[in-house]
């Protein structure tokens, strides 16, 4: 088994609380209706930080200097589409780089939200 790195250490360091909005999974009742599923907040602790201006100018325009990248522990599964609510601004989350073969943590691409979204 490859040693893997530990990062968490630095990653707490820089960590901060943020709200997580999950949606559950839909699922039908009892007479066969679909229901959506319902959103579950947590408090989460983990490394928002700008993004680097290279992976913005890389981005061709998709990604601007509101956006973030998210590291948090990789015990700490994050879905897609998932939103990320810090000191009053809204992100979805867009992407993930999973680095979960060879360090302790996940680094997820956050996009940030208008209020007109």
Not at 12 to 31: A, M, N, P, Q
Not at 45 to 50: E, F, H, I, Q, T
């Amino acid at each position: 088994m490859m040693s893997q790195f530990n990062f968490m250490k630095l990653i707490g360091k820089y960590s901060v609380t943020f709200d997580l909005i999950v949606h559950s999974e839909g699922d039908y009742d009892d007479i066969g209706r679909w229901q959506d599923g319902e959103p579950i907040t947590t408090k989460q602790k983990g490394a928002l930080v700008v993004l680097p201006s290279q992976l913005i100018y890389q981005s061709g325009g998709r990604l601007t200097t509101l956006d973030r990248q998210l590291y948090i522990s990789k015990s700490v599964e994050i879905p897609l589409k998932s939103k990320v609510i810090f000191k009053g601004a809204t992100y979805h989350v867009e992407s993930m780089n999973p680095f979960e073969d060879y360090a302790d943590f996940n680094s997820y691409i956050l996009k940030a939200v208008s209020s007109f979204d």
